[in-house]
């Protein structure tokens, strides 16, 4: 009897291409030094709250895993997110999350970066999500860019792929992400 098994999960890739590259990176990284460059590690616990005002609002509880070293790093995110919509009889969605984060410092002040995050159905409203698909909030993700730093200003753009997992037609949207910030 010939056992048949089933295809990996779009996750089940993204891990473990991730991890492949990480690997690869580590073993044909050159030493110019006499000491050994090891990877450090790093655990953190982070709430984030984001209101939009007469739209709805976010709230992300996550448990992230670093390891990295002078050049590169590598984080594993785990958590939920509340979420929900300002003017919804529903109660907002209580979704599980999980992030994974690749970095590359190109100089001090510059730094690319792919990311993958998986956005679950919500466990609460019957597995519908009210914020599907929609940018302002958690979604499944994944994505590429530049990060770059200039006199207090941050710049950070790149393509990002936000993915539907609420059904089964592909209802992925493709975008260009843009963020400039200034730290005060």
Do not use: W
Not at 122 to 135: C, H, R, V, Y
Request: hydrophobic content about 35%.
């Amino acid at each position: 009897m010939k056992i048949i098994k089933p295809l990996p999960t779009l996750k089940e890739i993204l891990t473990i291409g991730i991890i492949s590259f990480l690997c690869q990176q580590a073993i044909s990284q050159k030493e110019t030094e006499t000491n050994v460059k090891k990877f450090k590690s790093a655990f953190q616990q982070d709430k984030e709250f984001e209101v939009y005002e007469n739209i709805g609002f976010f709230k992300t509880y996550k448990n992230t895993l670093s390891f990295y070293n002078q050049k590169m790093g590598i984080s594993f995110t785990a958590g939920h997110a509340v979420q929900g919509l300002a003017l919804s009889s529903k109660l907002p969605d209580i979704q599980l999350m999980t992030q994974v984060l690749l970095t590359y410092d190109v100089q001090s002040n510059l730094q690319i970066y792919a990311l993958g995050k998986y956005v679950d159905r919500p466990i609460n409203n019957s597995g519908e999500s009210q914020t599907s698909m929609n940018p302002l909030f958690e979604q499944s993700e994944l994505g590429m860019g530049i990060k770059a730093n200039i006199y207090d200003i941050e710049l950070d753009m790149g393509p990002k792929l936000i993915l539907d997992t609420q059904s089964i037609n592909s209802n992925n949207f493709f975008r260009i992400n843009t963020k400039i910030s200034k730290k005060f």
